[in-house]
């Protein structure tokens, strides 16, 4: 029994570091450790038991690590299309 709300509450903090992550992804500091975090937890959440928050975290997390990527990515060509 304490193994499951372990496990949900892994799967609920990975959700939540994902929103975390997503919505703040213009500050790195904050939105790169968080979507890494999220990642982690929700696969341990969901290999524990709590599978759609844990997979909504993990989502959440991949998701937040490709908008910081293509913003730098964009942010680069940018300035190397300027020079």
Do not use: H, Q
């Not at 892994?10 to 450790?33: D, E, H, K, T």
Request: hydrophobic share 55%; charged share 10%.
């Amino acid at each position: 029994m304490d193994d499951k709300k372990e496990s949900k509450g892994l799967s609920i903090a990975a959700m939540v570091l994902g929103i975390i992550s997503v919505v703040l992804f213009c500050y790195p500091y904050i939105s790169i450790p968080c979507a890494i975090l999220a990642i982690i937890f929700g696969v341990i959440g969901m290999k524990k038991g709590g599978r759609g928050m844990g997979i909504a975290g993990l989502v959440l997390g991949i998701v937040a690590l490709a908008l910081y990527g293509l913003t730098v990515i964009g942010l680069l060509s940018f300035v190397s299309a300027l020079s």
